[in-house]
């Protein structure tokens, strides 16, 4: 038991403790008396380890399950130990507090004895180098504990301890929660793994590290409806090793600063499917130095205060730096994240964001602060299928980096400041053209001044041009600068007419004949005055109307072009 400063000096009082002290420095050495300063403290920490001895199953409290039956049942100041050769059931009649836990092999039980509410097993011991919770120590087979109907509290929590270590923690039901105060370590340096099974399972941690040392591996599955974790902590999802999150079927993880991949060479995977939910109480950094993927689909969401950045840091030397990816998919059901501050695509590292539509659920990501795409390194940003991605401020493309933007099939881009390019040599902005009724509104949308553009446009191979195909490309509400394109060949009986003002650029599509209203083979003068004569609607019901070249019911600007574009 701990003994305390009454017991080792006696009931002097304070002045002759003084001088009790000082005598000793006196006589001893200071390593000595440091050295027994030590001692004394691990004496009053340390206490027995009990091992759990019964066969098959038995009661937490019952002396003789423990140590074949030999001093009793362990207490606050011991450790507990299950180090089995085979699977055994751990009864709790009551809410027992030791110092640490540890569950070196086999397959262990934890189950309320029929109480109501079901109890709760407590583990005390404060020091991050021992955890109170150790699952799978190391040096034998997998270790795997099980919370049936009942609660574990832990200071520090770690699985898969040492290389050649194997620990899972599985929760059963929303009276199973796993509560760790400090630190949550799954896969310290070797493999590590949190399941699920029943539904409204509850984790509550302090920090967390999945993944943490290089070749460890760990994994947190919350694939059960209504799985929480609240992670109130940094969370780093592959330190130096690989880290892997699945949230499904309505899971909530509200976590601190996050990162996916930090340190070279290290993995960090998360997929957010089945209406998921992931609330990020600070930054987002996908591939700091490492790889890093996130996947949000099927109606799932997710939400970031600060920032975020994809692709993060480079190496040093430069080249075999961060590598982020996130892709937002509506195949199957809405896709959503929004970033409550600035969006970095490409910081140092490489970044890629892809924003997939679909013709029944939507794709967007909300940017409310600034955008970036290949700030210093290389950013793709892809919005396709209906895709959407808005920002609140200004947009830049390729500042010190290489940036592309691509958009195709309708996916569009609103910024609700300034659009930049740095760099139009080695930047690329692409439009690819599906269908004809791609960008009935414009490709870009934006408040302030567009600058300069030279988008490549791509027609899908599904796509077949018409005659009077528009499409609207740009609108800055401030003025824009003059666009130059960089368009597709089209058959030999077809042509694009580019219009822009000082708020707007369309394409359109016009037949080569176009520019001979009355048909004698030249575009004059005569021409001109009948398109003139014609201006405006044609005639309902439609009649003949030569000079609505583009064939859109209308004879406007877009005609007026293309028959001075074939004068002659």
């Known amino acids: 038991m701990q003994r305390d400063t009454h017991d080792r000096f006696g009931a002097a009082g304070p002045a002759e403790r003084r001088k009790g002290m000082a005598a000793m420095n006196r006589i001893l050495p200071i390593r000595t008396l440091a050295a027994l300063l030590i001692l004394l403290c691990c004496a009053a920490a340390t206490g027995d380890d009990y091992y759990w001895t019964a066969v098959d199953f038995g009661l937490f409290e019952d002396p003789a399950n423990w140590n074949n039956g030999e001093g009793g049942v362990p207490d606050e100041d011991d450790v507990t130990i299950f180090d089995l050769e085979v699977d055994a059931w751990v009864w709790f009649e009551s809410d027992p507090t030791t110092l640490r836990a540890l569950v070196r092999s086999g397959t262990v039980d934890f189950r309320s004895w029929y109480a109501e509410p079901p109890h709760t097993y407590t583990l005390g011991d404060p020091s991050p180098w021992t955890p109170s919770l150790?699952?799978?120590?190391?040096?034998?087979?997998?270790?795997?504990?099980?919370?049936?109907?009942?609660?574990?509290?832990?200071?520090?929590?770690?699985?898969?301890?040492?290389?050649?270590?194997?620990?899972?923690?599985?929760?059963?039901?929303?009276e199973s929660p796993l509560l760790v105060d400090e630190y949550l370590i799954v896969g310290d340096k070797g493999v590590g793994v949190v399941d699920t099974w029943g539904s409204g399972v509850t984790m509550t941690s302090g920090a967390a590290v999945l993944g943490n040392a290089e070749h460890a591996y760990g994994e947190v599955m919350l694939e059960n409806p209504g799985g929480q974790w609240s992670c109130s902590g940094p969370l780093t999802i592959g330190r130096h090793g690989?880290?892997?999150m699945t949230?499904?079927?309505?899971?909530?993880?509200?976590?601190?600063?996050?990162?996916?991949?930090?340190?070279?060479?290290?993995?960090?995977?998360?997929?957010?499917?089945?209406?998921?939910?992931?609330?990020?109480?600070?930054?987002?950094?996908?591939?700091?130095?490492?790889?890093?993927s996130l996947l949000i689909e099927d109606g799932s969401t997710l939400a970031n205060k600060t920032f975020a950045t994809i692709g993060t840091y480079?190496?040093?030397?430069?080249?075999?730096?961060?590598?982020?990816?996130?892709i937002l998919d509506a195949d199957k059901g809405d896709a959503s994240w929004t970033i409550a501050g600035d969006?970095?695509?490409?910081?140092?590292?490489?970044?890629?964001?892809?924003?997939i539509g679909d013709s029944s659920y939507d794709a967007s990501v909300t940017?409310?602060?600034?955008?970036?795409?290949?700030?210093?390194?290389?950013?793709?940003?892809?919005?396709?299928?209906?895709?959407?991605?808005?920002?609140?401020g200004d947009v830049s493309i390729g500042e010190y980096g290489l940036g592309t933007l691509h958009l195709a099939g309708g996916g569009t881009i609103s910024v609700g400041g300034h659009f930049s390019n740095h760099d139009h040599e080695h930047d690329r902005i692409v439009i690819e053209i599906h269908d004809s009724d791609d960008y009935s509104t414009p490709a870009i949308d934006v408040w302030g001044v567009l600058s300069a553009l030279e988008p490549?446009?791509?027609?899908?191979?599904?796509?077949?041009p018409q005659p009077g195909d528009t499409f609207a490309i740009a609108h800055a509400d401030v003025g824009m600068y003059e666009f130059s394109f960089i368009l597709p060949d089209l058959p030999e009986d077809l042509e694009w007419v580019v219009i822009q003002d000082l708020h707007d650029v369309t394409l359109t599509i016009i037949s080569t004949t176009a520019g001979d209203v009355n048909g004698d083979g030249v575009v004059d003068t005569e021409d001109l005055l009948l398109l003139l004569g014609a201006w405006g609607d044609c005639p309902d019901p439609p009649e003949e109307c030569p000079a609505d070249f583009d064939g859109n019911g209308v004879v406007d600007t877009a005609d007026l072009l293309a028959l001075l574009a074939a004068w002659g």
């Open 134 to 174: 150790v699952i799978g120590h190391g040096g034998r087979d997998v270790a795997r504990l099980i919370l049936h109907d009942i609660g574990l509290h832990a200071v520090n929590a770690t699985l898969g301890f040492l290389p050649d270590a194997n620990g899972t923690i599985r929760l059963d039901n929303e």
């Open 242 to 244: 690989t880290g892997v």
């Open 247 to 292: 949230l499904a079927e309505e899971a909530a993880v509200n976590s601190g600063d996050t990162i996916l991949a930090q340190q070279q060479d290290s993995t960090g995977a998360v997929t957010l499917t089945e209406d998921a939910q992931w609330l990020i109480d600070g930054t987002l950094d996908v591939g700091m130095t490492g790889f890093g």
């Open 314 to 326: 480079d190496s040093w030397p430069p080249g075999d730096g961060g590598v982020g990816e996130v």
């Open 343 to 355: 969006l970095y695509l490409g910081f140092f590292g490489e970044g890629t964001l892809e924003i």
């Open 367 to 392: 940017v409310t602060g600034e955008g970036s795409i290949g700030l210093y390194g290389p950013g793709t940003l892809r919005v396709v299928d209906g895709g959407t991605i808005s920002v609140g």
């Open 456 to 464: 490549e446009v791509i027609l899908h191979d599904a796509y077949e």
